[in-house]
């Protein structure tokens, strides 16, 4: 992180501040360089002191110094900004700032929630409204929708009159067939017709 000190070379960032010789073994030496290492040292020996600092850094094994001495470097910059809550302070603050957060992400979940079941409410009224406004079916105009059984008492009331019985059933058999037809003899009279006289005798 910064260029060891020596006992003639320049000194580091802490011995500079300091102002004393910077020693070969100088604790300080390789986490405050001698460019930036001085503005840095200056809130951690404001805030916990340049012995006290030296003395905690040799209870910390070698691969943890660097983290232990920015994390000291934060806190001591943070007790100078706040004086009374440090680095709390702004823990504090990114808290509630993760709570706002969250709570703005539950409220948008719930509200894509409503939506979703507005538009499959609205989705199964529109199919229940197209199920029961089916129109029933409907004859066409030139159908009549009546029975076989009244189509042939009308037929028979409507009848010329002064007709017998054989001239009344080959009448019958006419209009069955939707036609005009030449009078048929008695024994040349079809299924229908047969099945037109039973049910007209009924």
């Known amino acids: 992180m910064a260029s060891s000190g020596t006992g003639t070379g320049s000194p580091c960032g802490a011995c500079k501040f300091l102002r004393r010789k910077c020693a070969f073994d100088c ?3 390789p986490y405050f360089c001698s ?3 001085p503005a840095r040292f200056a809130a951690i020996h404001k805030v916990y002191g340049a012995s006290n600092v030296s003395k905690l850094l040799l209870h910390i094994p070698v691969h943890d110094r660097c983290e232990a001495v920015v994390t000291i470097a934060y806190e001591a910059q943070a007790r100078i900004r706040d004086p009374v809550y440090g680095c709390v302070a702004h823990i504090f603050a990114l808290q509630q700032q993760v709570a706002c957060l969250q709570a703005q992400l539950m409220q948008v979940k719930a509200q894509l929630a409503q939506n979703v079941m507005d538009s499959h409410n609205v989705e199964n009224l529109q199919w229940q409204g197209n199920i029961s406004g089916v129109p029933a079916l409907a004859y066409p ?4 929708p009546i029975s076989p059984q009244s189509s ?6 409507h009848s010329p009159d002064g007709m017998d019985m054989q001239d009344r059933e080959e009448y019958l058999s006419s209009s069955i067939q939707g036609y005009p037809k ?3 003899y008695n024994n040349d009279l079809g299924e229908l017709q047969a099945l037109a006289l039973r049910m007209m005798r009924n």
Do not use: C, D, W
């Open 141 to 144: 105009p030139f159908m009549n």
């Open 182 to 184: 030449k009078r048929p």
């Open 152 to 157: 042939l008492e009308s037929t028979v009331e």
């Open 27 to 29: 604790i300080f030496a």
């Open 35 to 37: 460019e930036q290492g």
